[in-house]
């Protein structure tokens, strides 16, 4: 289909989002005629969930834009199993208790996205331990199990992958794609879901919530799918050189949050402006025009738009202003990251290397911290450091009573006597 009647499903693919959708005619109709509730399922794997979810999140907030309701399902229940697609090896299982800390903690981010309440067209956040954790199984292989095929599980390319490369796939891992094929079932009947939407990776999950919904008489459910994104150069989404971007403040500040979107690069900005901001796309065409030098402006600004959605506008403007201060004015920003030190460890010294490395987490180890030293690419307030053996004490003390630790241009840590 080149063009849809619905503003959600038209928006989506004008913006990229689409890569899969069940019924496309059927599911574009049901959009343009009613309201309708759409769910993703989000597992409690940390506390956090990282920038690789943001896509999903602003599907949810696109959703409720132009009209519908939109459901956060947390995975109270399926995140004591863990998904198994696509993955290596089996998911480390959690305690309930850490299960809930995490759904608690994840909840936090997604007030800046959609708005909840009770309304026709309200966001609701739903937890499938709600249904799951007190199933009774021989009734849930009465009734639901019989309902799957062994020989169709198996040539979902999920199972496939794991299988052909020889790696196990545990009956509890097996058993997953059958608790999600039911939580579609479980949110018709108790909310009246149509649509699941996911990544990719979930199509064949979604596809069998479709069929199993079929098969226990709801009306006909729809699935729909992102594209799984990697950056120009192969990168994955959501994944930095210092490990996972986190979405949770407690976990990854504004400041590095916005540096993580001004980094990047400059075949992906036009494509991130669309799946990542809400600037409107006429805006979007004008800035992915602008080239050379500009372009840098324009990274400034989708890190500032996508911040702002996250953090606030505030924090996101504020990071925006310690970034000018530290690479264009060459100052020291206080809102750059810190780390404290104890004052008597400061006084007794700290060897540079294990400030790079283990204090302020700039490089991965020592042995990284002195390769960098010899190519010059570590700095202690603004100056090149030349010898390895160097020692950091009181005296290094900027006017502002920190040690400004700089690997490369972008990167920085002030050390802050405790």
């Known amino acids: 289909m080149s063009t849809f009647r619905s503003d959600f499903l038209r928006t989506l693919d004008e913006r990229g989002f689409i890569h899969q959708i069940s019924d496309e005619e059927g599911l574009d109709k049901l959009f343009a005629t009613e309201t309708v509730t759409a769910y993703i399922g989000f597992d409690p794997t940390a506390p956090s969930l990282h920038a690789g979810g943001l896509i999903q999140i602003m599907m949810l907030h696109w959703m409720q834009a132009t009209g519908h309701r939109p459901v956060s399902l947390m995975g109270g229940g399926t995140g004591m199993v863990g998904d198994p697609s696509f993955k290596d090896d089996a998911r480390q299982l959690m305690t309930v208790d850490t299960i809930e800390a995490n759904i608690a903690s994840i909840k936090k981010v997604f007030a800046n996205y959609l708005a909840y309440g009770e309304g026709p067209r309200d966001a609701r956040m739903i937890n499938n331990a709600d249904w799951l954790r007190d199933l009774n199984y021989l009734e849930f292989l009465r009734d639901v199990g019989r309902h799957f095929s062994v020989n169709r599980m198996l040539s979902f390319d999920s199972v496939k992958t794991r299988l052909d490369r020889e790696q196990s796939l545990s009956f509890l891992e097996f058993n997953y794609m059958i608790l999600q094929a039911y939580d579609f079932v479980e949110l018709n009947k108790r909310y009246g879901v149509r649509l699941q939407m996911g990544g990719s990776d979930q199509w064949g999950n979604i596809v069998n919530g479709i069929d199993l919904g079929h098969r226990m008489g709801t009306p006909q459910l729809y699935a729909l799918t992102s594209p799984l994104l990697t950056t120009a150069s192969g990168a994955k989404m959501g994944k930095s050189l210092n490990g996972a971007v986190w979405l949770n403040a407690d976990m990854l500040g504004a400041y590095e949050f916005w540096q993580y979107w001004r980094n990047t690069e400059d075949a992906d900005v036009s494509r991130f402006l669309k799946l990542y901001t809400t600037l409107p796309m006429d805006e979007i065409a004008r800035l992915s025009t602008l080239a050379g030098s500009e372009i840098n402006e324009v990274k400034k600004i989708l890190a500032t738009e996508i911040t702002a959605m996250l953090h606030g506008r505030a924090a996101a403007e504020a990071a925006a202003e310690t ?55 570590l700095k202690v307030n603004d100056v090149v450091v030349t010898d390895d053996k160097q020692v950091l004490t009181p005296r290094d003390l900027t006017p502002e009573g920190v040690i400004k630790l700089s690997f490369g241009k972008k990167k920085h840590v002030l050390l802050r006597p405790a």
């Not at 690479?327 to 780390?339: N, R």
């Open 323 to 377: 970034a000018r201060k530290t690479f264009e004015e060459g100052g020291l920003a206080a809102d750059l990251p810190s780390v404290e030190v104890g004052s008597v460890e400061l006084e007794a010294g700290i060897g540079v290397l294990a400030a790079f490395a283990e204090k302020a987490g700039l490089v991965a180890s020592n042995g990284e911290a002195r390769r960098q030293v010899k190519s010059g690419g």
